[in-house]
T-cell receptor, first 115, second 110 residues
Framework: NAGVMQNPRHLVRRRGQEARLRCSPM?????VYWYRQLPEEGLKFMVY????????ESGMPKERFSAEFPKEGPSILRIQQVVRGDSAAYFC?????????????FGQGTRLTVV | SQELEQSPQSLIVQEGKNLTINCTSSKTLYGLYWYKQKYGEGLIFLMMLQKGGEEKSHEKITAKLDEKKQQSSLHITASQPSHAGIYLCGADMRNTPLVFGKGTRLSVIA
């Protein structure tokens, strides 16, 4: 049973380009969480999704950021018109149910660098 | 304001020494999770605590949750270089996605 898979591991984008980050949850997991980790900072919650539904997006910036978790395929975090401040490590976690009763498994992260 | 405070922010210990990392919440916790992150890598789950007064151990790492469920400690006995990394506590504030502290950076020197 493979763990949470994120790709790419490293992504370099020029200012103004789009970044697409992918997360394939563990088999049997229908809950996906995206977090951002800025240098020297902890993990900041961004968005919580279940299949085809956004449950909580309270941590998502209002502009340029979007997330989806389609019925088939990985969850995608999309950042449009990237700026230098978007440079960070983006982590995805998945769980089989609500995280309060089970642990969340994290992927290796995607390190986005905006130049 | 930070809902979870971790202390210390960084720690350098000599190999073989014991150490403790603390995680304090301003709210009652419904679950407390400890993760370890190697520099530049993902998070590795260590332990989950849910009951007041609960204590769990795995190899040389022991985690406790106080009776009031607002503070947790992570204790490492006889530290080794393999223990080096960033330790993160994550809290379930009641059916919400996990909220994390800023982490404690541990270095173990020979």
């Amino acid at each position: 049973n493979a763990g949470v898979m994120q790709n790419p591991r490293h992504l370099v984008r020029r200012r103004g380009q789009e970044a697409r980050l992918r997360c394939s949850p563990m088999k049997g997991h229908s809950h996906v969480y995206w977090y951002r980790q800025l240098p020297e900072e902890g993990l900041k919650f961004m968005v919580y999704l279940q299949k085809e539904n956004i449950i909580d997006e309270s941590g998502m910036p209002k502009e340029r950021f979007s997330a989806e978790f389609p019925k088939e395929g990985p969850s995608i975090l999309r950042i449009q018109q990237v700026v230098r401040g978007d440079s960070a490590a983006y982590f995805c976690a998945s769980s089989p149910g609500v995280v309060s009763v089970t642990e969340a498994f994290f992927g290796q992260g995607t390190r986005l660098t905006v130049v | 304001s930070q809902e979870l405070e971790q202390s210390p922010q960084s720690l350098i210990v000599q190999e073989g020494k014991n150490l403790t990392i603390n995680c304090t919440s301003s709210k009652t916790l419904y679950g407390l999770y400890w993760y370890k992150q190697k520099y530049g890598e993902g998070l590795i789950f260590l332990m989950m605590l849910q009951k007041g007064g609960e204590e769990k151990s795995h190899e040389k790492i022991t985690a406790k949750l106080d009776e009031k469920k607002q503070q947790s400690s992570l204790h490492i006995t006889a530290s080794q270089p393999s223990h080096a990394g960033i330790y993160l506590c994550g809290a379930d504030m009641r059916n919400t996605p996990l909220v994390f502290g800023k982490g404690t950076r541990l270095s173990v020197i020979a």
